[in-house]
């Protein structure tokens, strides 16, 4: 496998596997490289390449795009790729990549991860100064995907140049990261030193300050607010990882009953079965679909209101065990919600 440079650490990675575990438009794959559309930008045409192995003009994991729209995105390293298909910063898919690959040498042997000696800072909320210079409130890109002026509002989303700003925010209100979407493509990037994404669901703030009980649990921002948008709770996961450390933040929550609608790709399958395996028995689940298009947002844009919430109308709970406290459960089957 091509050895990466991953702090400080020669690590062999297998950089096609990783590549394969998501969907991508028109790919061609070499032995020494992948060439597809890009996934930076709504793009049918091969124009994206990565490279899979060493080779005489590049090192593995380099990539590029001929059509990008903004020099940051027109190439790079293989960290920041990935980063940018698992939807969480470089450093989290530095962590990823260390804890897959980083216990294996060649021979196959074991070898010891020596201990950091500087003592590991808890990640402390971002002050709130950071969006002083976004627009909050200006956001014509959102107005645009059918979301709501009132639902951009609660959110607290903005405009710095050709981004939207989105906040991320713990369940007691504090900024915890911000997320820059450029509304030209598809590109985003996170704050500099913002908590881990992995760490974080995405609308815990708003489900406090309403005691909700139920939301949809969808992907992305935008799909969360899609769904308020047609007035329906909503809480995003980021992208489509899912572990015990976002089942805590939901369990622990005002939330009793959730239901999960993820996009409808490959990703999105295998985000819906860790919500269930990760969930189930903490909460009410049930289980919607969208089957027209790829996510929420693209449905509500192009067949409206009803459509989308016709998608939550027709979600079904799941048999679910639930915990009532004292030694008490019951079971919950198969029906629709109401």
């Avoid at 990466?4 to 490289?33: A, K, N």
């Avoid at 369990?251 to 609608?261: F, N, W």
């Amino acid at each position: 496998m091509p050895i990466l440079i991953l702090s400080g650490r020669h690590v062999d990675v297998d950089i096609r596997y990783e590549l394969e575990q998501f969907e991508w438009v028109r790919p061609t794959w070499t032995d020494d490289r992948l060439l597809a559309a890009s996934p930076f930008r709504y793009d049918r045409t091969p124009s994206f390449y990565v490279y899979l192995e060493d080779t005489a003009s590049a090192k593995a994991g380099y990539w590029g795009d001929s059509g990008a729209y903004d020099a940051e995105f027109a190439r790079g390293g293989f960290v920041k790729l990935l980063a940018f298909l698992r939807a969480e910063t470089e450093s989290e898919t530095v962590d990823y990549l260390l804890d897959t690959y980083a216990p294996a040498t060649q021979d196959g042997r074991l070898t010891l991860r020596l201990p950091k000696l500087k003592v590991a800072k808890r990640p402390e909320p971002l002050p709130e100064s950071i969006l002083t210079d976004a627009h909050i409130g200006e956001n014509a890109y959102l107005t645009g995907r059918s979301i709501t002026d009132e639902v951009q509002a609660e959110a607290g989303v903005g405009m710095a140049g050709n981004a939207v700003v989105i906040p991320w925010r713990l369940p007691n209100g504090r900024l915890a990261n911000v997320k820059y979407r450029a509304t030209r493509g598809k590109a985003f990037w996170y704050v500099k030193g913002g908590m881990p994404i992995r760490d974080l669901v995405y609308g815990m703030d708003l489900v406090y300050a309403g005691r909700l009980r139920h939301a949809v649990i969808c992907e992305a921002e935008i799909d969360a607010m899609s769904w308020r948008s047609v007035g329906v709770p909503a809480i995003g996961t980021g992208g489509s990882a899912f572990n015990s450390k976002k089942a805590d933040i939901i369990a622990q929550s005002p939330i009793e009953y959730l239901t999960v609608i993820t996009d409808n790709d490959k990703a999105g399958e295998k985000l819906r079965a860790a919500i269930e395996r990760y969930l189930n028995g903490k909460v009410r689940l049930a289980h919607g679909y969208i089957t027209e298009v790829k996510d929420a947002n693209e449905l509500l844009v192009k067949r409206g209101t009803e459509a989308l919430r016709d998608v939550y109308d027709r979600a079904e709970v799941v048999r679910n065990t639930l915990t009532l406290g004292f030694g008490n459960s019951r079971t919950l089957g198969r029906r629709r919600l109401s």
